[in-house]
């Protein structure tokens, strides 16, 4: 059974939960510093203080990038992605074709 391809979106999302938990479990236990963590992941202490209130208040909820569930400003309707580029072509070539 295949299954469908991972979006890079989610790719990076599950990435960052699962280097979290490692972070936060090894800061947890004692064996890193705050500081060790966010090293490890590649942010500020701050940063990292903040996804531990995050986590803690809302679980691995509060670690989801909420940009990814938004419909971008900047999505083409469905009207201009219908269009092949060969229809805008011939759609364009009567214009195209005056200027000559």
Known sequence: MQHAPISRARYV???????????????????????????????????????????????LQGLLDKRLS?????????AEVDVTPQQAYLDLLPELEQVA
Do not use: P, T
């Not at 510093?33 to 202490?45: D, K, T, W």
């Not at 938004?70 to 469905?78: H, I, L």
């Open 13 to 59: 999302q599950e990435n960052r939960k699962v280097r979290f938990l490692e972070a936060y479990d090894g800061w947890n236990e004692g064996r890193l510093s705050q500081a060790e963590a966010a090293q490890i992941l590649g942010q500020c202490e701050r940063s990292f203080r903040r996804h531990i209130e995050r986590y803690e208040s809302d679980g």
């Open 70 to 78: 938004k419909v971008s400003k900047r999505r083409a309707g469905v």
